[in-house]
């Protein structure tokens, strides 16, 4: 392959993710005869662009014609989603009261959440209340609202309603999408709204997000975050993402997968 200048090399990365797959940033330098350090900076300004999500080594094309069911969430990133929320029930100390939001990588927080002791966990998420049914060492009290089927999570007037009724210790937030200047992505402007208010009710705010959705903007609809939030993903974030949400005062906590 010739040496493209860098706009036709971008999109041609772009071309390449989306048809044969995108391969390894030294399978790229070495396809496009440039060092690997342009490889890098090339998938950092397209993740920037949600032109592609960044995976260990490579990077992978962004979707943006749909919202993934819940379903179809729950396989995605498995062992990152668990590290994530290992990590984040680490934070969590005895009688604290927890708001869990709707989504894959909350819920394997509630999973965590199970054996805990003397936590009230307040939640709008139909998968975290039934991950919980059976731990009764855990008060559970469930908001109301209109079900979102693809989401399983509470939306609406009734949700905001409950929430402006209760403060919360620590709120954890999921999304489609995180950025650092302007919060969380999501399909639907009720989601949003919901995580606002939600936000708005907590002493700390987390957003678990696995590295792919760091930038990752498939939608329009946003859910501005407070200052000084917490952004736990995993150990293949981007350093440059990572850059950047520590420049605009986020505090990133980079998940293990090894517990050890």
Known sequence: MRRLPGDERRADIVRR????????????????????????????????????????????????????????????????????????????QPGETVLLDAGSTVSALAHELRSTEGVTVVTASLDAMMILADAPQVHVECLGGTLRHLSHGLVGPLTEIALERMTFDRVFLGGDGVSAADGINEADLRQTRVKEVMAAQSAKTYVLAHAAKLGHRPFHAWAPLPNGWTLITDEAADPVAVAEFRSHGVDVQIASASRD
């Open 17 to 92: 993710a989306k048809s044969v797959g995108i391969g390894t940033v030294a399978e790229l330098a070495a396809a496009y005869q440039v060092a690997a350090s342009t490889i890098r900076r090339d998938l950092a300004e397209l993740t920037r662009a949600g032109e592609l999500a960044r995976t260990y080594g490579g990077a992978i094309p962004v979707l943006t014609s749909h919202e993934a069911s819940m379903k179809q969430r729950l396989g995605e990133a498995f062992e990152a989603k668990r590290a994530i929320a290992h990590r984040a029930a680490a934070d969590i």
